[in-house]
Structure formats: structure tokens, C-alpha cells
């Protein structure tokens, strides 16, 4: 058995896995008392907006998939926001604007999540939700000890928070980062899910909390309006699907870039990727020419379907995948530029959860950047993403700016069917390391057969790594891997750039597996991050 750093939770009566400890503490004592899967989830989630209050939160976006164990059905849901009735190419072109803000309030849409956390619970919630919301409230009413990750964020984030608002009183008090292990208080933050569990998710679009946020982002030179609040709304889709290896790999349709992973997978229609040492030069050529590939059609053709045709059949059309792949060569290619800016941090949570009765929930939550667009509301615990920064500005593109459009989302839950029922929950924050972290897992676990724990821990690559801390051509090993094939990539071209053993940067991965045989749930939790997984 492979050596790993942690040890999977076996169960059959429900299991979470999320990305902090005190998240997946939540969630399986919302399980223990009679909650559902997705119950469990948002409970797990709002922690997560506590103890790691810079990668996700109400001020955010979300999605989920949801498989259903009483209908025998999956369901999608979209929870991304909307730009505004005032942002526009024009409107920001007569700005002086000549690509979208990273930060700011130029680069805020409309927060979905909240939205998103009742549409879920109204279709598959048991407990009330004053009682998914309390360990959050608690977290932030009493306060928490702060991880190494919190830490590094907020000393990394300081001038931006302190120049966006009311971020710096809260995360920088006396003008001082807090040190692993001093306690984080958020008292306006727990004030505000308080509400939000007692009063629904009115008071984010029409009630006092929007308002409040409004009108500093109306003081503030932001492009959204009370209208835009009120006209928000979660929509439920069909999940896209492939086969590989006889697994029905599942992800959301566009706004989300999920189908470049579908895209990816079937570009090795053919390929003997078990034919190749897992960690060998020669499969990391072949796996990053095919992200190459897919990411050219994101950025070409993925935007929001309700104001533009994105030609979903083409794009997961098997041969027109055959075909791309067989122009695949032996050296790097260069790959096509970003049309949208460079891929952020990728300060994002991904957690799964599954329950006694069957139900298994696959869920992502995302500022899109560290703290978002940086802008911190006085007074509410809010930090509004920038998901803005997803548009471009070049027009007659897909994905240009427009009101009432969502962006290219890079947020991507997953989830994997074997005969029909639910095989996997996989996901992971990161960016445009997404679906590149998405294939690797699952090469390890359907191409090498690797047990759960093995695939999520096994040493991982990101081309375009997200943030600032390579270049955007660069093609990012961890340490783990040998130094042979490092240079062997070199030799066939690519920018080889090395990061610690085990980073970040690759992403962090939340996995449960479904044994239907024995009746199982195994739930896996990166050791990238600070969490763990559990069961009942």
C-alpha cells in the first residue's frame, strides 16, 4: 500500500470531507443530528466563510451537484451572480479601462451564494437552517484559532484589504496580522449569518444587508443596483457527462469551465495513459498539451449560455477530441494567450458530503481571488468577490462584459457515476488548476488504480498555476517529482518551474467515494490544506 500523509474516514452512515477540521466538525454534527447531506454541506460551507475568510463566503458565488438517492437523479445547480445593469465593455472602455479590474468595485457582480444556499436547502434540507448556520456563528461570535493558511493570506492581502474598505479593522487589528494560533473574532460577520438563518435570503437581495452593501458599493463607484439584487436568482441544469473508462464523469455546464475537464478526458479516448509511469515526462507532455487544447476553447468559447450560443456538442464532440489529440507532438507548443486575465489565487473551497439515506452533495464556494475584489462592508462581515474579473472587454467575444451576464466561472464541482449510481464527489479550489487537478485524480484512480487517499495526496502539476507566483507559461512539478523529469520536460520544451513537495498551489482536493458494494462511504481530505475527513 502507498505511503500517505493521511487516512481516508470509512462509513455508511454519512461522511464529510472539507478543507478545514472545524468545517467537517460542523458537518458531521449536523449529520449526527438528522441532517441531510446537503444540510451538512452548508453548514460545512458557512464555517468555511469563518475560519477561512478568504477564499469564500455570502459575499461569493457557488455551484453544486446533488445526487438524490429518492428520486435516483443528479442535479445541478448554478449559484453565480450576475454583472450589473451599469457594466458594460462601453461603460468601462469610457473609464479608461482596457481590460477587466482584478479588484475593487469595478470587479464586483452580484453574490449568488447566498441564493444558492436556500435553493439547495429548500429542494433537499431537513433541520431548520438557524440550526446549519449555529457552529458558524459561534466561530465567529466567540472567535477561532487561525491556521498557518489564514495567516499567510491576510499578511499577503494587507494593503488591499486596507485600501477596500473595513477588511483591515477586522483581519489587521492595530495594524497587525495575527500569528498561527491568536484568535480571529468577527462579530459583524456572525451578526450577519445570524440574520441570514433566522430571515432568509431576502435580506441579501432585498433586504437590509443588500441595501447596506449597495450603498457603499454606490459611495464606492460600483456597478450594481438594487434591481440587480432583486433579480438574482440560482438556476437548476442538466450536468454535462462523459465516459472514461467506463466511469460517467459529470460537471456543470457553461458559465462554468467544467467542460474542459469532459474535454480533456476525451482527448484520451485512445491514449494508453496506464502505459506510461504515472509520474513520467511522457505522460505530463501528453496530459498538458491536451489542457493546452482544452483551455483554448475555454477562453474561446465558454461564457454565460443565456447571452451566448457556446457550442457544447462541438466541444465535447468524440472526434473532433481524436482529431485535436492527434496533433500532439513530442515537444511543447505554445498555447494560446488568456482572454480573460491571468488565472488569480484561486481562494476557493470545495467540500463533499454524504448521508445514511444515499445522498451525496458535491460543492464549490469561491471569492475567486484572496479576499475577492478586496471590498470589505462595514458593519456586515461581507467580503464581496470579484468575480468581474472572470469578463473581457473585447467585443463581439462570448464572454465580454454585459449587465445581467454571468462570467466564465472557473468554479467546478464534480461528480462520477459507475452503473447508474454515485461513484465519486471530487473537487478542489485552484483556479484554472481545477480541471487539471480533476484529471490527474482521476487518472490515478481509474488509469492507475490508486486507492482514494494515494490519488488525492499523489504528486501534481499545474500549468498556468494560479496567482502570482509563477509565470502564466510555466509548467509547475512539485518537488516530488525527480529531477529527471524536470529536465526531461525542459528538453521537450516546457518552462519547468519547481514548487515545495506538497503545495497549495496545486490545489486543495475533498474527495467521497462510494463503495455500493459495501454499502461504504470513503471520504479523503488533502493534506494541501487544513482539513480532515469524517464520518458517522
Known sequence: MPDTFGTPAYSADGAIA??????????????????????????????????????????????????????????????????????????????????????????????????????????????????????????????????????????????????????????????????????????????????????????????????????????????????????????????????????????????????TLLQMLRMLDGFGVADHPQASAALVHALVERKKLAFADRDTYVADPTHADVPVDLLLDPERARERARHIGPTASAGQPHTVGRSVDGDTIFLCAADRDGNVVSLIQSLYAAFGSGVHVPGTGVTLHNRGFGFNLIDGHPNALAPGKRPMHTLMPGMALRAGSPWLAFGTRGADGQPQTGLQLLNGLLDFGLDLQSATEAPRWAHGAPGGRYPASALVLEGRFTPAVAEDLAARGHEVMLADAVDQVMGTVQTIQVDQSRGCFIAASDPRGDGVALAL
Not at 469595478?106 to 453574490?111: G, H, I, L, S, Y
Not at 495567516?151 to 474598505?165: F, H, M
Not at 441570514?196 to 452593501?213: F, Q
Open 18 to 259: 472539507a478543507p478545514h477540521y472545524l468545517a467537517s466538525l460542523a458537518g458531521v454534527n449536523v449529520l449526527r443530528d438528522g441532517g441531510s447531506a446537503v444540510d451538512a454541506a452548508i453548514a460545512a460551507n458557512l464555517v468555511m466563510a469563518v475560519v477561512w475568510p478568504q477564499m469564500c463566503g455570502p459575499g461569493g458565488d457557488l455551484f453544486a451537484q446533488v445526487w438524490s438517492a429518492a428520486d435516483h437523479t443528479l442535479y445541478g445547480l448554478n449559484a453565480s451572480g450576475r454583472a450589473g445593469q451599469g457594466m458594460s465593455v462601453a461603460a468601462y472602455r469610457a473609464e479608461g479601462l482596457t481590460s477587466m479590474p482584478q479588484r475593487g468595485t469595478r470587479a464586483v457582480t452580484v453574490p449568488g451564494a447566498v441564493d444558492g444556499w436556500f435553493s439547495l436547502h429548500r429542494k433537499f434540507g431537513r433541520l431548520e437552517m438557524s440550526r446549519v448556520v449555529r457552529d458558524a456563528v459561534h466561530h465567529a461570535r466567540h472567535g477561532f484559532r487561525v491556521t498557518p493558511t489564514v495567516v499567510s493570506a491576510i499578511r499577503a492581502s494587507a494593503q488591499l484589504l486596507a485600501d477596500n474598505g473595513g477588511g483591515a479593522d477586522v483581519f489587521l487589528p492595530h495594524g497587525t496580522a495575527p500569528t498561527p494560533g491568536d484568535t480571529l473574532r468577527q462579530s459583524d460577520l456572525a451578526d450577519t449569518l445570524e440574520q441570514i438563518g433566522r430571515d432568509g435570503p431576502d435580506v441579501m437581495y432585498s433586504g437590509a444587508l443588500g441595501g447596506r452593501i449597495l450603498a457603499f458599493l454606490d459611495s464606492h463607484g460600483g456597478g450594481l443596483t438594487g434591481d440587480d439584487f432583486h433579480a438574482q436568482r440560482s438556476e437548476w441544469v442538466q450536468p454535462l457527462c462523459v465516459d472514461y473508462r467506463g466511469v460517467q464523469i459529470y460537471q456543470l455546464p457553461p458559465n462554468s469551465q467544467g467542460i
